[in-house]
Each structure stands twice: as C-alpha cells, then as structure tokens.
C-alpha cells in the first residue's frame, strides 16, 4: 500500500503531537501519570470515604501531580456545610468536614458545591464551606469536567 506524500505527512504530525502531548502530560516520581479528576460526592454517607480516598489518592499520586475537584450535590452537599459531621469512627471520635475540607483545600483541592442543591435543601450560605466554590448544576459540572478530560471518581 503506498501513501501519498501528504498522507504521510498528517500521519507523521499526528504521531509527533501524540507524543508532544503524552510528553506534557509528565510522569509523577513513582510512576503514575499526571491526573485530572473528579471526585462526585452525592451522598452525605459516603462523603467521609470519598474525602478519605481523595486523600489517598494525593498520597499516592503526589499534590503537584493531580488536579483534583470535588463535586458535591444532594445530600454530599453537607459535607460542605459547617455543622455538619460524619460518622463515629471505632474510637467514638466524630469526623469533622470542615478540617478535611481545610487540609484537602491547603494541598491543591477544589471544593464544589450545587447552587440547586444551596436552595433545594435550603442550606444556609453563610455555612458554606470557605474553600467551596457555588456552582450552578452538580450534575452538569461533573459531565462539563468529564469532556474537559478529568477522570470520574464515585467512592
């Protein structure tokens, strides 16, 4: 099979940006690939172990090597309203969000929170969480961060 002259050439560009771009995207120390992802956290029971995994997964990938948001709506919402606490753990401690949400906050983790959410449920905007950012839809931002190519998470 014989290719044109120009053919080759959009074959051989082609293959130079794969690599251009798999050479941007960078490799962490310990072998993993740079990451984009969103963590979804619909649920207020599950959210203790989403922002568990969350910090796992910096640990693992490295802080510089991930960017990492998290998406909240419906009832994970609370996990971004103050007052709001987690489950007792074997010792009877209680988990504390709003310290989570801090430590995640101060290593690079954006922090999400559905403005349909803020009025279904009537949550008070003055115990949002500081490091959360309003967002119209939940839903709809986790689809809009899935075509911008960050990975889906749902702990």
């Known amino acids: 099979m014989k290719l044109s002259m120009t053919k080759a050439l959009v074959l051989a560009t082609a293959v130079i940006g794969l690599s251009?771009?798999?050479a941007q995207a960078g490799t962490?120390?310990?072998g993993y690939d740079k990451q984009k992802v969103v963590y979804h956290v619909n649920n207020i029971h599950t959210a203790t172990g989403a922002l568990r995994n969350a910090k796992n997964h910096l640990n693992a990938v490295g802080d510089k090597n991930v960017e990492m948001i998290v998406v909240t709506h419906s009832s994970?919402?609370?996990?971004?309203?103050?007052g709001s606490m987690g489950k007792k753990n074997k010792k009877g401690k209680v988990y504390n969000f709003t310290?989570?949400?801090a430590s995640l906050a101060n290593r690079g983790v954006k922090?999400?929170?559905?403005?349909?959410t803020i009025r279904g449920k009537k949550i008070n905007k003055n115990k949002i969480n500081e490091n959360a950012e309003i967002i119209p839809s939940?839903?709809?931002?986790?689809a809009h961060l899935q075509q911008r190519g960050y990975l889906y998470v749902k702990p």
Request: with cysteine; hydrophobic share 60%.
């Open 99 to 101: 310290d989570t949400v």
């Open 138 to 142: 939940g839903v709809a931002q986790v």
């Open 20 to 22: 251009v771009s798999a």
């Open 28 to 30: 962490a120390k310990n």
């Open 111 to 116: 922090f999400q929170i559905c403005a349909n």
């Open 76 to 82: 994970g919402a609370f996990a971004l309203v103050a």
